[in-house]
């Protein structure tokens, strides 16, 4: 652990001169130089804005021609914040889910006063100039023949009222990927999955209906999102949802056997869940359909009951392919984000906010899922963006970026 942090941190090397005579003689020396003592502190170096002064060194030859140094690439022509601050804006927003005003009073903190409505068009225009590369990412994860899905309402605020948005996350291959819409509807995952084929791993929302038939995504099923029906039934049957639980607890214990022999997706683990977890699943099966006709089916036992039935062959669709995972935690833990965001800056202004929001949520996200610094990544190509060709792009999102940068 030593090593790691010591690896991570910047050294900064603080001399302090020892007294100049002698503390018991009061000589004045020479002395005899000695090895230091050195001790290691982790300090905290308080945020700090710096005005970048750019002068370009200019030239005149004895032909007359005059030349000077490039001016150096900035976010916009003649822009007066720099890539940096374009980040941190972005970064504190949508990975700390802090709103506008307050970032505004860390900058205020640091040294200057930058106006929220400043703070917003850094944003949105952040958003603007980083749309190819999202637009990019949403293409993979639609290529992709295994993706996770779910979605969480998202408040707008129209010139009346607010009203409710959504917004959708899609995760594939170490893409996060969010998407804004004005509604729950079915044409959301339709506009981003189309008619790709594989595995969709979502819960029971109708929503998901128009990708998930024949020919396209097989459907997956969640075994959390069953579970949280019996934990809602828990005080009305206690006994019968321990058992419910027991049964699923048995199968998640197959999962930790497999991570712990390292077999994780492979045929070893295809083999040991049908040996190990195809016999629970039947168990299971067996008691939910014992336990059908014993509760009223609008009862909070009778729900979990039902709901298990009417999923049961994507529930155990797992049992057939060893990549798929038992539920669908990995998209629900994606929009925790978004919860925090609702709860900090409430709302979007409107449903461009909503798309703009959506673009840097899955730029930040895809950066941390694939362990980059999304303030080092954005400040970098948001001044490439302009120069970089179309053709190109993949080679700029935050999976490749990190070898791209080693390799320069």
Same mark, same amino acid.
């Given at each position: 652990q030593r090593d790691k942090r010591n690896q991570q941190l910047e050294l900064r090397v603080v001399e302090h001169p020892a007294a100049a005579s002698c503390p018991s003689c009061q000589? $004045?020396?020479?002395f005899v130089a000695l090895p230091p003592d050195v001790s290691d502190e982790i300090e905290y170096l308080t945020e700090r804005l710096v005005r970048l002064r750019h002068r370009m060194e200019k030239k005149k030859c004895s032909c007359g021609a005059i030349f000077s140094a490039p001016a150096p690439v900035r976010v916009t022509e003649g822009g007066l914040y720099g890539p940096g601050l374009h980040a941190y804006a972005v970064v504190s927003k949508c990975a700390d889910a802090l709103p506008l005003h307050r970032i505004s009073k860390r900058f205020a903190r640091a040294g200057m006063d930058i106006a929220r409505s400043t703070l917003t068009d850094l944003f949105h225009r952040t958003a603007s100039l980083l749309a190819p590369i999202y637009d990019r990412l949403l293409v993979l994860v639609a290529a992709s023949d295994y993706g996770n899905a779910d979605e969480t309402s998202q408040p707008v605020m129209d010139e009346d009222q607010c009203r409710r948005g959504f917004v959708w996350t899609f995760i594939a291959g170490g893409i996060i990927a969010y998407v804004f819409s004005k509604d729950r509807g079915g044409e959301t995952p339709q506009r981003i999955l189309g008619d790709t084929t594989g595995y969709l791993q979502v819960d029971g929302h109708t929503g998901y209906n128009h990708v998930c038939v024949p020919p396209q995504r097989e459907r997956v099923g969640c075994l959390a999102h069953a579970r949280r029906y019996f934990h809602k039934a828990?005080?009305?049957c206690p006994n019968e949802c321990n058992a419910a639980f027991d049964f699923i607890r048995r199968l998640y214990e197959v999962e930790v056997q497999a991570a712990q022999a390292k077999i994780l997706g492979t045929d070893a683990h295809r083999i040991l869940r049908r040996e190990r977890s195809k016999p629970v699943t039947e168990q299971l099966h067996t008691w939910l359909k014992q336990q059908q006709g014993r509760h009223d089916p609008k009862s909070p036992m009778g729900k979990a009951v039902g709901y298990c039935l009417r999923q049961w062959p994507r529930l155990i669709r797992f049992l057939d392919d060893p990549k798929l995972r038992l539920d +669908? +935690? /990995?998209? $629900?833990?994606?929009?925790?984000?978004i919860a925090l965001g609702r709860d900090n800056f409430r709302w979007v202004g409107h449903d461009e906010a909503g798309d703009n929001l959506a673009i840097l949520q899955t730029i930040v996200a895809t950066c941390v899922a694939n362990r /980059?610094?999304?303030?080092h990544y954005i400040a970098d190509v948001l001044i490439r963006m302009d120069t970089h060709p179309a053709s190109e792009i993949d080679t700029l999102l935050p999976m490749h970026w990190r070898d791209r940068v080693a390799a320069a």
């Amino acid at each position: 652990q030593r090593d790691k942090r010591n690896q991570q941190l910047e050294l900064r090397v603080v001399e302090h001169p020892a007294a100049a005579s002698c503390p018991s003689c009061q000589a $004045e020396g020479p002395f005899v130089a000695l090895p230091p003592d050195v001790s290691d502190e982790i300090e905290y170096l308080t945020e700090r804005l710096v005005r970048l002064r750019h002068r370009m060194e200019k030239k005149k030859c004895s032909c007359g021609a005059i030349f000077s140094a490039p001016a150096p690439v900035r976010v916009t022509e003649g822009g007066l914040y720099g890539p940096g601050l374009h980040a941190y804006a972005v970064v504190s927003k949508c990975a700390d889910a802090l709103p506008l005003h307050r970032i505004s009073k860390r900058f205020a903190r640091a040294g200057m006063d930058i106006a929220r409505s400043t703070l917003t068009d850094l944003f949105h225009r952040t958003a603007s100039l980083l749309a190819p590369i999202y637009d990019r990412l949403l293409v993979l994860v639609a290529a992709s023949d295994y993706g996770n899905a779910d979605e969480t309402s998202q408040p707008v605020m129209d010139e009346d009222q607010c009203r409710r948005g959504f917004v959708w996350t899609f995760i594939a291959g170490g893409i996060i990927a969010y998407v804004f819409s004005k509604d729950r509807g079915g044409e959301t995952p339709q506009r981003i999955l189309g008619d790709t084929t594989g595995y969709l791993q979502v819960d029971g929302h109708t929503g998901y209906n128009h990708v998930c038939v024949p020919p396209q995504r097989e459907r997956v099923g969640c075994l959390a999102h069953a579970r949280r029906y019996f934990h809602k039934a828990r005080d009305h049957c206690p006994n019968e949802c321990n058992a419910a639980f027991d049964f699923i607890r048995r199968l998640y214990e197959v999962e930790v056997q497999a991570a712990q022999a390292k077999i994780l997706g492979t045929d070893a683990h295809r083999i040991l869940r049908r040996e190990r977890s195809k016999p629970v699943t039947e168990q299971l099966h067996t008691w939910l359909k014992q336990q059908q006709g014993r509760h009223d089916p609008k009862s909070p036992m009778g729900k979990a009951v039902g709901y298990c039935l009417r999923q049961w062959p994507r529930l155990i669709r797992f049992l057939d392919d060893p990549k798929l995972r038992l539920d +669908n +935690n /990995i998209s $629900e833990g994606a929009l925790r984000i978004i919860a925090l965001g609702r709860d900090n800056f409430r709302w979007v202004g409107h449903d461009e906010a909503g798309d703009n929001l959506a673009i840097l949520q899955t730029i930040v996200a895809t950066c941390v899922a694939n362990r /980059i610094n999304p303030q080092h990544y954005i400040a970098d190509v948001l001044i490439r963006m302009d120069t970089h060709p179309a053709s190109e792009i993949d080679t700029l999102l935050p999976m490749h970026w990190r070898d791209r940068v080693a390799a320069a």
